[in-house]
T-cell receptor, first 109, second 116 residues
């Protein structure tokens, strides 16, 4: 049973465009919402994270938007670059992290 | 600082066999978590060990087990392998565990298991 639902499964964006990945959760005990980035042949690595008392967090070209009442959060990648091509996982955390199924992002040059 | 090291990186087994995977966490990290990664399912939590004790467990059958040693190194074992066990098994370490202040997990590159 997936506690965090992630969409889309994959997306293709042109260089310089915006990539948007959406996640929804059910468990209201989650108090930590990270995003992990995974390149082929590598393990996932923390990209950016947010706590539920904040509605938005920005780090460089990456922004998390968080809607507590809707139990949804999203990752926006601005000015997407070929080096951003990777699989992105959202997660919700209480005593453990529950991950979404992942979104494969391909940035075309 | 060395990262999380997993061995072996690749292995092939046949149905009914058993397998042991090893994980060396980042020095100083006391928590080790294991995840199973399959296409379309994302990362499924197996278990977490902290100071040699299993602290949390996911919804996997008893064929999946693990342990942690006094130096924080961890092993996971899968007995009576099934075709559906083919996956990338990821180990992650953290300072205080997934419930810690930052919750950041540091992942290894995984052990890719193929069951024939």
């Amino acid at each position: 049973q997936q506690q965090v639902k992630q969409s889309p499964q994959s997306l293709i964006v042109q260089k310089g465009g915006i990539s948007i990945i959406n996640c929804a959760y059910e468990n209201t005990a989650f108090d930590y919402f990270p995003w992990y980035q995974q390149f082929p042949g590598k393990g996932p690595a923390l990209l950016i994270a947010i706590r539920p008392d904040v509605s938005e967090k920005k780090e460089g070209r990456f922004t998390i938007s968080f809607n507590k009442s809707a139990k949804q959060f999203s990752l926006h990648i601005m000015d997407s670059q070929p080096g951003d091509s990777a699989t992105y996982f959202c997660a919700g955390g209480d005593y453990k992290l529950s991950f979404g199924a992942g979104t494969t992002v391909t940035v075309r040059a | 600082k060395a990262g999380v090291t997993q061995t072996p990186r690749y292995l092939i087994k046949t149905r009914g066999q058993q397998v042991t995977l090893s994980c060396s966490p980042i020095s100083g990290h006391r928590s080790v978590s294991w995840y199973q990664q399959t296409p379309g399912q994302g990362l499924q939590f197996l278990f977490e060990y902290f100071s040699e004790t299993q602290r949390n467990k996911g919804n996997f059958p008893g064929r999946f087990s693990g342990r942690q040693f006094s130096n924080s190194r961890s092993e996971m074992n899968v007995s009576t392998l099934e075709l559906g066990d083919s996956a990338l098994y990821l180990c992650a370490s953290s300072l205080e565990g997934q419930g810690g202040d930052t919750g950041e997990l540091f992942f290894g590159e995984g052990s890719r298991l193929t069951v024939l």
